[in-house]
């Protein structure tokens, strides 16, 4: 990378942060095929990609609109990715959509399904009924058969249907953009000081706004750009940073926590989109390949009730395999499962003499001085213990 060029990164922010997705629109007019939006947290994208559409996640509206219509929908007590989903909406920013993908992942995101249905009839709604329990005998099969459920609605929305050769073929790009996420996020763990958060954050948001086949060269100009670096390591604490899976907290948030003495070298942002821990097999049944990879080898999420491996015991492994020095809980407020998840965390934390912090946000907020003021104490009584 020459001393013109800008770090893909940075190129990029403005792009992730407009809620009017431009990478979109740009896509549909160049293209003319259709977007399905995929709500948080998981949702199987590979199938809307096999139907010749274009999977965009979709993650609220963060602290880039307000909310004038969605609180009336909701009680107040409802998460804001929810109301703010819903804004989207009313302000006609979800208008390039064709459809909306959303999952049974809490109580919340079943309601904003049925009422974004009765609300803009205009748009396909697809609601994915994930599996409960993991340990079914019959969990495949189910999997399976609701994987091929959804891709013959998204089929019908399109106008092309699913083929196994074109599903494989949309595993395989999807599996491509997966492994370069995973290779910067193995690159940030070991050199933080060489890429950021904010950085690695905006380049995985990016991931979620484009075509696999046209974010992962960027993904890999990155990392390659990533490597020319030479940064001398700050005098901060490593941490493992949880709670904040589905609700995105703003970018600046992220930022600001690392600038406060951490160094965040794992974290559970936009993970629906990097879930599986290796590849998806391409041969064989590629439905069944899906179902088999969430299932058995998906990265821990407080959505996923698998009682095989214990949540706080997945948080636990997570820190000491990236040998980090504490950890950060950043739960969403009214966020029923990671609220429900960090009273596990606290007892396993104390239990390995993990130090952590719990902190609370919401995706629409401006000012971040009181986080800012904990994470620095948080981060001095390590640093001067």
């Keep these: 990378m020459t001393l013109t060029q800008e770090f893909p990164a940075t190129r990029y922010r403005d792009v992730v942060e407009d809620r009017e997705f431009p990478t979109v629109r740009e896509w549909r007019a160049r293209t003319g095929r259709g977007v399905v939006g995929c709500y948080p947290v998981y949702a199987p994208f590979e199938l809307g990609h096999a139907a010749g559409m274009l999977p965009v996640g ?3 509206g963060g602290n880039r609109i307000e909310i004038a219509n969605a609180d009336s929908r909701f009680q107040s007590f409802i998460c804001s990715v929810v109301k703010s989903t819903m ?3 009313f302000q006609h920013k979800l208008d390039v959509f064709d459809a909306l993908m959303f999952e049974s992942i809490c109580d919340p995101a079943r309601n ?13 709604m697809t609601y994915v009924h994930l599996p409960q329990n993991m340990t ?3 969990v495949v099969d189910y999997l399976v058969a609701e994987y091929r459920r959804v891709a013959a609605e998204l089929s019908a929305t399109s106008g092309q249907a699913v083929t196994e050769d074109g599903l494989r073929a949309s595993l395989a790009a ?13 690159f940030r763990a070991v050199r933080p000081q060489d890429l950021s958060t904010g950085e690695l954050y905006t380049l995985a948001r990016l991931a979620t706004l484009m075509a696999p086949d046209e974010v992962t060269p960027i993904l890999r100009e990155a990392l390659a750009a990533a490597g020319t670096r030479d940064g001398r390591a700050k005098d901060r604490i490593k941490v493992v940073l949880i709670g904040s899976f589905c609700e995105q907290p703003p970018l600046e948030l992220i930022e600001s926590i690392e600038e406060s003495g951490c160094y965040i070298i794992d974290d559970d942002f936009l993970l629906g989109w990097r879930l599986f821990r290796r590849d998806v097999p391409i041969d064989g049944d590629p439905y069944r390949a899906l179902a088999v990879a969430y299932l058995n080898d998906s990265l821990h ?4 009730h698998d009682l095989r491996v214990p949540r706080a015991t997945a948080i636990i492994d997570s820190v000491q395999r990236v040998g980090a020095d504490a950890a950060i809980c950043l739960i969403a407020k009214f966020c029923e499962p990671g609220l429900f998840d960090y009273a596990l965390y606290r007892k396993a934390f104390d239990e390995h003499h993990v130090p952590h912090l719990y902190l609370e946000f919401e995706e629409k907020m401006w000012l971040y001085e009181k986080i800012r003021t904990e994470v620095e104490t948080f981060v001095e009584s390590m640093l001067f213990a």
Excluded: C, D, H, P
């Design 58 to 60: 979709l993650f609220g």
């Design 87 to 89: 804004e989207l909406g």
């Design 112 to 124: 904003l399904a049925s009422v974004m249905a009765r609300n803009f009839t205009e748009q396909a």
């Design 136 to 138: 079914s005998a019959g």
């Design 174 to 186: 999807y599996n491509a953009m997966r492994a370069a996420v995973r290779e910067l996020y193995a």
């Design 301 to 304: 999420a407080s959505t996923k």
